[in-house]
């Protein structure tokens, strides 16, 4: 505790002197750094997300996982972050076929800020999106991506890596 000696006098003529102020404590506010979700996707089938923003390695990391492939992912050229006003969108490509067609699977994450606990429940959402392509032009005057959305819930934490 602190102490400052204030000499003043107010208009009724009461002398202040040794008002103890108590230094200010500011809650202490964190950025999430690893996301652990999990949901179901049209089929029924569960499907397991955990992302962190670093590692012990210093690279972010992402891993997808369904019914039928557990995928890993590390560093920003393989794992794709874009803010937004309405969160955080980071994307991973989950499948690619020859003939130029892939699979990507982004997560959204809203801003949070972890108070007094280091943990966090959240509520968001998974988008997996198609990508049509075809070497055949009139079959590209199409939809170029469709869209399925799954409802995830979570937690996010900030953990120091």
Do not use: C, W
Request: aromatic share 10%; proline share 3%.
């Amino acid at each position: 505790m602190q102490t400052i000696n204030l000499i003043a006098s107010f208009t009724l003529g009461i002398t202040l002197a040794g008002i103890p102020v108590l230094q200010s404590h500011a809650l202490e506010e964190n950025t999430p750094d690893l996301y652990s979700f999990t949901g179901y996707n049209l089929k029924g089938e569960k499907v397991s997300i955990n992302y962190s923003t670093t590692s012990f390695i210093g690279k972010p990391s992402f891993q997808y996982k369904d019914q039928k492939q557990t995928l890993n992912f590390q560093g920003e050229k393989e794992i794709r972050t874009v803010e937004t006003e309405i969160g955080t969108l980071v994307t991973v490509t989950i499948k690619q076929t020859v003939n130029g067609e892939y699979t990507t699977f982004s997560l959204l994450i809203p801003r949070v800020k972890i108070g007094l606990g280091n943990e966090v429940k959240i509520v968001t959402n998974g988008i997996t999106t198609f990508n049509r392509s075809s070497t055949i032009p009139k079959l590209n005057q199409q939809q170029k991506q469709l869209y399925t959305i799954i409802n995830l819930n979570g937690t996010a934490q900030f953990v120091q890596f």
